[in-house]
Every structure is written in structure tokens, then in C-alpha cells.
């Protein structure tokens, strides 16, 4: 990618401009011109606080406009945005305040006291409609009004964001992503889902998720409006109404969510869906999913339907395969994303032949630049390969006939059952295609013993009762080492804030309840 000129990639001049609507929240239409106007506000405010180029800002706000303004400001003034999750435990927060060592935080004044617990001397600015808050002084009124024009060179290989993602280790990992590997994945972005000045995108999952974050800087490249759901609640029949009555054009959820929004749409048999492209991604893809997911695309073939693969330390996405109705059984991983490279190694460090599961290895200009202060981390997950540098994202896939990639579960998602390896995600897709079943998530325990147990997770159809669906499974699955160790139905799988399915919420609360004896591994 040539060097570019940043502030003009996101259009920020073309904003005053236009009075075309920039974000949707609660009921409020706000333009790109108002966007603007109060992100001079901010700019001149950490003008006026010593705020240099580099520094970084943290985000401490829900969903809302005033985070997509601050958003702007960082790319403006030069700054790292740090977006951290309004619903996370206070020692998390203090760990990554501390682990970035942040000096001034977006915030609201109902987070103040919060902050103030966590004893971390940082200058905060609370936001409010027209003014900002300083160390509890109003000091944005006279600036509301006053125009910024000394926006900040940024350069390609500068940090745009830093977000933290604990994966498996519990442990916040700061990912820092480079604005050469934002831009490429923008541009690829906003090509591929075919977005542009109509588009309405819908952003339900919180902005500390990378691809909701995403959403927001493909929105400032193509000038598209910004739909922020504002409901507690992520439920099918609520996200239906809001894409049907804000004429939504594109939405990103799981699979898991995504089939149970097709579930209702095909039972309430509506027509009238205005969606022009919805992804899914952040899940493994079962197989009842897959026929769910071709029976949509069959019904409302005009929506084209993706599913997109990536780490968060690999800018959002890098792979995407779009689903027809008519192909394969299996929905794999698809094609990659422009400058993306990889590799499938087996344990070895040899390339996986077809038929054969491997890790799975990333290249190219979206891999991040490292965890924010945490050399160590950072080296243990790159690999030279052949004089380029990889990724090792601790996925396992395998590689089909005709080079497809199918992802098949985490490295750490792997056990041994009677001397057999076996993979979570093998099971749950097993227990997925009983038709007893609803849903269904597995996680894995130690026993007191030592030995390793799949703890299954099921919400059962109606009138089904657990003892009728293990005989079922019993006789069914011949092979015993696939079979759960344990069966707890649920009324419901609770999800995070990002939709995905929460089974560390799951397997703690099974620990309390249930299991006593057990040390939770998932």
C-alpha cells in the first residue's frame, strides 16, 4: 500500500461539507457536519490539555455518538484510541489502564465513580452534550463553536487502535493495529460488502469489539450512516423490527445469532427484509447452521450472505467466503483478503497436506504490530517462516479437496478421550445435529482425578427431557470417546457482549452449582 494521505482516506474535510446523516442513536439523527463540529470541540480541548501525537486515549463509554466523535478525534489528533467495555470487573479495567499507563479517558459522569475506586490518578473528561468536564471543571462551552484545522500527520505504520482481548489465558492482551493494516482491511471491506454513501450499517455488538469497532471507520471512508442499537437486549424479533424500519442495508453477528434471527424471519414469514448484506463470523459454523444458514440464502436469495474469518490480531478479517445456496454442505473458510498470506503447519512445522489438520498461520500487511508492552508474549506468537513473518493464530482447520479451508476448533479445545484426540468443536457440532436440541455449547473441567471431561451445555425443544436425548445419543454415537461427560440443560446460552456464546459464564456457574471436584479449564 502507498503512503496516503490518512485524514483524507476517512474523508474528514468532506464532513463539513455535507449535512448527510453520519449516525442514528436513540431516536436522534446526527450529521456528519454535527460530527465534526463537536469533535473540534474535543480536539481543542486536549489541544489545550498537552495531549501529543502517539498518546493514548481511552474510550470508556457505551455505544453511543460521543463515542464515534472520539473516535474521530483520535484519528485527528494523532492519538491511539484504547476502547474499553463499559461492563468489564474493575481489577480488568485497572489492569489495562495500568498496562497502557493512560493519562486522559473519555468517559460519562455516571462512570466517575468507578473510576475514582480503582485509584488510578488519570485526567478524565466527561462528556455531555454541548461541554466537556475536566477534573469536574466545564471547560468545553467556549470551545463548542471554535473550529480545529490542525489536524496531525499520521502516518501508515503509527498505531490506530489498541484493543484487549483475554482469549484463552484470562489475562488482558493488548492488540496493536497499525493504520496500514486498518486502511487495507477498509478498503477490501468496503469493496467486498459493497458499501458506499446509501448504505445504513447496524452496530449491535459493543465498539470494543474489533468489528464493530471496524464499522466505524468504514462508515468515515464511505460516508454511510451508522445505525447504534440501543436496546439491553439482543433479540431476534427487536433486530428485525430495527432492520426493517431503518431500512438497515448491512449487519455482522455470529452464526449462532444469525440463525436465530433466520429461525424467526422464516417463521413469522417476512418478506419485506431490506438487507442487501449480512456477514457472520467469531464462531465455529455446525452443521445445522449451515442448512439453516442455505435454506435463508434459498428464501432471500437478493441478500448476499458472508462468512468472514479473523483474528483479533489480524485486523478483524482475513479470509471470506460467500454462501450460495446450491454448494457445498460445509461453509469454509473461503479466499483471502488482498496482502494476506498463510500457511497450514502440522505439529512438525511441515505444510499440512488435503485431508490433513493443521495450525493455521498468518502473513501479510493486516498482522498487528504486537501486544502493547509485552515483548515476550509478542515473540512467542510469531514465526519466521521462509523469511516472512507469521502469525500463529492457535486455530486448527483443515484443508479440503479443491484447497478449501474448514476451520475445526482451537488448539487448546483439544483433549484426550480414551487415547483419542478429540476436538470441542467436533462434539458440539455432533450434539448440534440432534434434532431433541435447540442449542447447545461445550466447555472442558479436570476432575479432582486428573482426567479431562466435555461438559455439554444444552437447551432442549419443547417436552424433550435430558434422559430420552442421552439414550438417543448413546445409541446414535457409536463412538463413545465423542460423547459429553457431562449433560447440564439451560434454559438459554447466555452471550457476551460481542454475541458470542459465553461459556465461561457457563462452566462457572456448572462449577458452583455442580462441580465441586472439578478445575475449569474452558
Known amino acids: 500500500m502507498n503512503e496516503r494521505n490518512i485524514m483524507e482516506f476517512f474523508n474528514i474535510e468532506k464532513f463539513r461539507q455535507t449535512d448527510k446523516i453520519a449516525v442514528s442513536y436513540s431516536n436522534v439523527e446526527y450529521t456528519y457536519s454535527d460530527l465534526i463540529k463537536k469533535s473540534d470541540m474535543l480536539c481543542n480541548i486536549l489541544d489545550r490539555n498537552g495531549v501529543k501525537k502517539d498518546d493514548k486515549i481511552a474510550l470508556f463509554l457505551e455505544n453511543s455518538f460521543d463515542f464515534v466523535v472520539c ?260 461453509i469454509p473458510l473461503g479466499n483471502l483478503y488482498d496482502n494476506i498470506q498463510i500457511k497450514i503447519l502440522n505439529e512438525r512445522g511441515d505444510e499440512v497436506k488435503e485431508g490433513e489438520i493443521g495450525e493455521l498461520y498468518i502473513s501479510g500487511i493486516q498482522t498487528m504490530k504486537g501486544y502493547h508492552n509485552d515483548p515476550h508474549l509478542t515473540k512467542e506468537v510469531f514465526r519466521n517462516i521462509k523469511g516472512a513473518v507469521y502469525y500463529k493464530t492457535s486455530d486448527l482447520v483443515k484443508k479440503q479437496s479443491g484447497n478449501e479451508i474448514v476451520f475445526v476448533g482451537r488448539i487448546d479445545d483439544m483433549i ?45 425443544k419443547k417436552d424433550i427431557c435430558i434422559d430420552s436425548v442421552v439414550s438417543m445419543l448413546k445409541k446414535e454415537i457409536k463412538t463413545e470417546y465423542l460423547l459429553p461427560d457431562v449433560f447440564c440443560v439451560e434454559e438459554c446460552i447466555p452471550k457476551t457482549s460481542t454475541g458470542k456464546k459465553d461459556i465461561k459464564k457457563l462452566i462457572s456457574n456448572f462449577k458452583k452449582r455442580d462441580g465441586k471436584n472439578y478445575e475449569i479449564l474452558a
Request: charged share 20%; net charge neutral; glycine share 4%.
Open 71 to 330: 473516535v474521530l478525534t483520535c484519528i485527528r489528533m494523532g492519538c491511539i484510541c484504547v476502547p474499553i467495555d463499559v461492563k468489564i470487573p474493575n481489577f480488568r479495567l485497572l489492569s489495562i489502564l495500568e498496562s497502557c499507563n493512560i493519562d486522559f479517558i473519555f468517559t460519562t459522569s455516571d462512570r466517575g465513580p468507578v473510576l475514582k475506586k480503582i485509584g488510578k490518578s488519570i485526567k478524565i473528561l466527561f462528556i455531555r452534550d454541548e461541554e466537556v468536564l475536566v477534573n469536574n471543571k466545564i471547560i468545553g462551552c467556549n470551545l463548542a463553536n471554535k473550529s480545529y484545522q490542525s489536524e496531525r500527520e499520521v502516518a501508515l505504520t503509527d498505531i490506530a487502535y489498541i484493543l484487549f482481548t483475554s482469549g484463552s489465558t484470562g489475562t488482558p492482551k493488548g492488540v496493536e493495529i497499525k493504520y496500514e493494516s486498518l486502511l487495507n482491511y477498509i478498503s477490501f471491506t468496503v469493496e467486498l460488502l459493497e458499501i458506499n454513501s446509501f448504505s445504513k450499517i447496524l452496530a449491535t455488538s459493543s465498539f470494543s469489539f474489533d468489528a464493530s469497532l471496524a464499522y466505524i471507520y468504514c462508515c468515515f471512508n464511505a460516508l454511510s450512516q451508522l445505525f447504534i442499537y440501543k436496546q439491553s437486549f439482543l433479540l431476534p424479533r427487536l433486530i428485525v423490527y430495527e432492520i426493517i424500519s431503518s431500512n438497515i442495508s448491512h449487519y455482522a453477528c455470529t452464526p449462532s445469532f444469525f440463525c436465530e434471527l433466520i429461525k424467526y424471519i422464516l417463521s413469522k414469514d417476512i418478506h419485506n427484509i431490506p438487507l442487501k448484506c449480512l456477514s457472520f463470523g467469531a464462531e465455529n459454523v455446525f452443521k445445522n447452521q449451515t442448512k439453516l444458514i442455505k435454506e435463508f440464502k434459498k428464501s432471500y436469495d437478493q441478500v448476499r450472505v458472508f462468512n468472514r474469518y479473523g483474528p483479533t490480531e489480524t485486523t478483524v478479517a482475513v479470509m471470506y467466503y460467500e454462501v450460495m445456496y446450491d454448494d457445498m454442505d460445509y
Open 416 to 460: 484426550k478421550k480414551g487415547g483419542k484426540r478429540v476436538y470441542i468443536s467436533e462434539i458440539e457440532n455432533i450434539l448440534s445435529s440432534c434434532d431433541k436440541i435447540e442449542d447447545v455449547v461445550c466447555g472442558k473441567c479436570v476432575k479432582s482425578t486428573g482426567n479431562s471431561v466435555v461438559v455439554a451445555f444444552l437447551v432442549l
